[in-house]
């Protein structure tokens, strides 16, 4: 994965790994270089075929920061459940990955007034509340968010800006009166 964010200079960073870990560091830890450069460890991978799968960079503590599995499960933490640590660490456990979760596919910061879009491998894409989803411990395995069939996994996740229904619209009832 190769991802770039802008930061403010007093960020916190979060890196999230396949194999379930997170680590959580001060910008500040990662000193400025060139273009050329090769660069400094974030995160300690657990063996060669974990990878990083996401990373965050935070500024509002209130921030909640949401993680999904590759089976479709997923949850929201509050960001103090994630301790500050030194960078290049093996981080702290952010998802109790199983065979029945798989491995972690994604790491997003989000709040109520955001919206969660997950795309499986084979194209179909669901759009849910993030405020549907409760704040809960860093290290459980998190609740279904999208029931996948054998063999299918997440692609994808995305946040997106609320969708605010005008009063009277409620796309549910609406009826095709075409005939």
Known sequence: MLEAKLTTGNSEVLLAIRSGRAIRFPEAKVRPMGRTATGVRGITLDNEQDEVVG?????????TILVVSETGYG???DLEE????????KGVRTLNVTEKTGKLVGILDVTDEEDLMIINQKGVTIRMGIADLRVMGRAT??????KLKDGESIASITKVKKEEETEG???????????
């Open 141 to 146: 395995q998190g609740v279904r968010l999208i």
């Open 169 to 179: 619209e409620n796309p549910e009832t609406e009826t095709n009166n075409e005939e």
């Open 55 to 63: 990373m965050v960079c935070v500024d509002d503590p209130t921030t």
């Open 75 to 77: 949850k929201r933490s």
């Open 82 to 89: 994630y301790r500050i640590t030194n960078r290049g660490g």
